[in-house]
């Protein structure tokens, strides 16, 4: 009966966004009653499957096997849902990352369950119902889903819920892979990581411009206040459009949704497509020369400016906080 | 080569989100609809893959009479044929379960939707699609080239991104970078109308999911403005009131 948490590695290592999940779907167990398990697949080191204890996992499952150190969308989602039926769990939840995109509905249609793909929220379990309010509009609105199959799975946003420790000693045993053969049709060919780059879905703190920066020569100062502050880079669909910045820096309705701790944008008007992805962010400032740009309009401080002079400044005026701090 | 399309029908994307009925039910009225911007990518890189007698490329919509212009504009663009299962798509399972009951006897090669639909967001249907037909799927792909019984595809992963292989058939959900979106010509627009539209009942499923409310985003309050020539201000405010940094 124990709920089922998916905890995804990176290279071997967990990330914060798993320690999220798992803190996250802890809430639900406790809520609930009954137990956590974690299931981890990949060659992750025996004392980093230990610290899941730390955030409430109390057994965790182990699938270590070269075949599949990385992520193979099939086999991965045929090994989560038998052991899910295997400890009896009708609630599974992952990260909505990337690869938990891609194995939710796999693993929701090999055990006939509801999905919520994007949560934000705990789940609200009054009168034994239960509802999930998630992104929708892209991010213009909330849905709130009831999931009334008998298993449940949730996916939940990175930075939408914050790491809780719990502690619990975490047994870890290892579980056999489920895997077929069929399961490995998929081969990586190459897989090539930015290692110096903080991944933009994952970021608390994001730096976004757009074409009031007239060049992707001077991104320099994007980029180096993004440095200062430990934060992703960004940019409107324009620009990424134009070529100025990678395709995976596009946010907006048609590009990533973001729900930072802090977004800065910089000679972004705030069209309505692109204040659709960084709505949720908790606090955003806005640079910009025009007064009546529509961005100030959803922004919680703003500096009227020419990003030129403002951002300089801005990376000046941090580096002192630094030094203080 | 046979190729399908699944294309959905949403707001346009400068539609303001509203909604009626206690907040049970999307306010329609005056709303603009589209194909998903992300399904017109899918349907551009099917495109170019069966130009010049290289194959056909079929779109299947799940939805009422009402979605037929957006599917006439699929046509438009270049699609050759369409299927429309005639439902009101109620969630992602029973899209995909529609969408895969079509397939299973097709003869597909591959199956391309868009990264998500910008109304549920739920990045569901292609995976889904491809666990009830048993075949691969990859999601959020920003790159598809196909070399005989295989495909080159680049998927997005966090920070970079993940080169993969794949047998036909399979199904893949595009983000940007797979295609330029198209626009129809005079010619396409005229032949839309007289490409088939074959229309199909749906087959029934438990229900599995439901949207009870929605909810928009609390507004922010009142923008606070820092003066330009004082920009150390924003940093104390962002340490010591928003806490952020
Ligand atoms: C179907 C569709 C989907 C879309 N999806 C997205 C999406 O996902 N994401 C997205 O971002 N857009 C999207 N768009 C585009 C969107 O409508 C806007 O065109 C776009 O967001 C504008 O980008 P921008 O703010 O960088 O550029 P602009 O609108 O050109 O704004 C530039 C801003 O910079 C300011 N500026 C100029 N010079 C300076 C300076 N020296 N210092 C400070 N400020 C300066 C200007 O005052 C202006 O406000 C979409 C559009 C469509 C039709």
Redesign the pocket.
Known sequence: MSVLVYVENAEGKFKKSTFEVVSYAKEIAKQLGTSLTALSIGNVADSALAELGKYGAQKVLSVSNDKLKSFVNQAYASIISSAAKAEGSKIIVLAASFSGKGLAPRIAVKLEAGLVDGAVELPELTGGKFIVKKNAFSGKAFAHVELTSEVKIISLVPNSYKVVEHPETATVTAFESTAAESDFGVMIKDIVRASDKISLPDAELVVSA?????GPENWAMVEELANLLGAATA?????SDAGWRPHSE??????ITVSPNLYIA?????????L??VSSSKVIVV????PE?P?FKVADYGIV????E?VPQLIEAIKKFKEVA | MKVLVCISNVPD??TKIAFTDNNTQFNAVGVQY?IN?YDEIALARAIELCEGGKGTVTVINVGDASTEPTIRKALAIGADDAIRVNAAPRDAYFVAKQIANTAKDGGYDFILTGRESIDYNGSQVAAMVGEFLSIPSVSIIKKLDLNGTSATLEREIEGGKEVVETPLPFIASCAEGVAEPKIPNMRGIMSARTKPLAIVEPVEITKVAEVKSYETPAPRGQVKLIDAGDVSKLVDALHSEAKVI
């Open positions: 757009g074409r009031g920066l007239k940019c409107s669909k324009p620009v596009h946010v907006g309705q048609t590009g910089i000679g972004i008007s705030g069209a309505i497509q692109h659709a992805g640079i910009n020369k025009d740009a961005f400016g020419d990003a030129f403002v | 994307t400068t589209i911007p």
